[in-house]
């Protein structure tokens, strides 16, 4: 019995990349019972993508290619999240991965996914890099960030976007406000189970890697807004306790100076006046986390599900037995 999957693949400006992933997908696979969708989100490209140039076998495992064109670049995160709302209504579809398509997530290690996925066919599969290929510095910025993702959310944080996940649990997450910011940190909060498998980082098939300092970072801050409640729990923790410091020193102090002969003249003063001011700072820090939590909670959250739509400008689809682009226009109203 033939299995249907969607591959969802962001896309920006990187054609020939995505081209290439088309064929090495429908080498690797052709001859399987494996039947693939793929769903590539032109994430407000420059360039246009000719779907007629990718030549592919009759017998190829590729059944479809769907451009979803958007109407301006959300960012990698954000396209993923149109690219699973685009799908989660595909009742022949049996699972949804998502990858990237420069080449850093092998084809290879679809079918290792495939495999955990029948072993375990409730549970979301993840690809854990066993082995990175980065630069020193870009390793060292990565595990800073793991670390501090540890330390402010108290969980940890070992996956990116490769991975599968079943139908079920494509239509639940594309009901959480949190996939528009991070998908690896939106199946950690939905709480579905994932089964992790270790892979290796391929090499680009063409260009250089946008990821950079700068990317990582905003990367960083997406996985973290996806935990906003969590963080501030532990910052308003955090700022009790430095609050509770002060008033115990400030309270030393006073002790010191007028029921000892200990004190220095004017250490008592200056002392306590840096703590005061300690306090007054946390407090507020503590009024101003608290303000703009509660007012985050007052504000509609983003379904995406329900707001991807606006976003989408046009779909096109090719199919192998009949190829051809066949536009199919998908405005906001």
Not at 139 to 156: D, E, I, P, S, W
Not at 207 to 218: E, T
Not at 241 to 260: D, E, Q
Request: glycine share 6%.
């Amino acid at each position: 019995m033939s299995r249907h999957i969607a591959i969802v693949t962001p896309v920006l400006d990187d054609w020939d990349s995505f081209a290439q992933l088309v064929v090495k997908i429908s080498d690797r696979f052709s001859g399987t019972d494996l039947v693939v969708h793929l769903v590539a989100v032109d994430d407000g490209s420059m360039k246009c993508c000719d779907l007629e140039t990718i030549a592919l076998p009759p017998e190829s495992c590729i059944a479809s290619v769907e451009i979803v064109r958007l109407a301006l670049n959300l960012g990698h995160q954000r396209a993923i999240a149109v690219g699973l709302c685009a799908t989660a209504d595909r009742s022949e579809f049996d699972a949804v991965i998502v990858m990237d398509c420069d080449g850093e997530d092998r084809p290879i290690d679809i079918g290792d996914l495939i495999a955990a996925s029948e072993r375990h066919p409730t549970h979301v599969v993840v690809a854990r890099r066993s082995k990175r290929s980065e630069t020193p510095a870009f390793r060292l910025m990565y595990r800073a960030y793991k670390l501090l993702f540890h330390l402010l959310v108290g969980r940890t944080i070992d996956f990116g976007n490769f991975s599968l996940i079943p139908m079920p649990a494509v239509q639940r997450l594309v009901h959480m406000p949190e996939l528009w910011n991070n998908l690896a940190a939106a199946i950690m909060r939905s709480r579905l189970r994932y089964e992790s498998v270790p892979t290796i980082r391929g090499s680009r098939y063409a260009g250089r890697s946008r990821m950079n300092f700068v990317s990582l970072i905003v990367h960083g801050l997406s996985a973290m807004s996806v935990y906003t409640d969590m963080i501030f729990v532990r910052i308003l923790i955090a700022a009790g306790v430095v609050a509770g410091l002060s008033i115990v020193g400030m309270v030393g102090i006073a002790i010191i100076r007028f029921a000892t002969d200990l004190a220095i003249p004017g250490w008592a003063t200056m002392v306590g006046g840096d703590l005061l001011i300690v306090l007054l700072q946390t407090v507020v820090i503590i009024v101003a986390t608290s303000l703009m939590m509660l007012a985050g909670r007052s504000s509609r959250p983003i379904i995406p599900v329900i707001d991807a739509q606006p976003f989408i400008a046009e779909r096109a689809m090719w199919r192998l037995d009949r190829p051809s682009v066949e536009p199919a226009v998908a405005r906001a109203s």
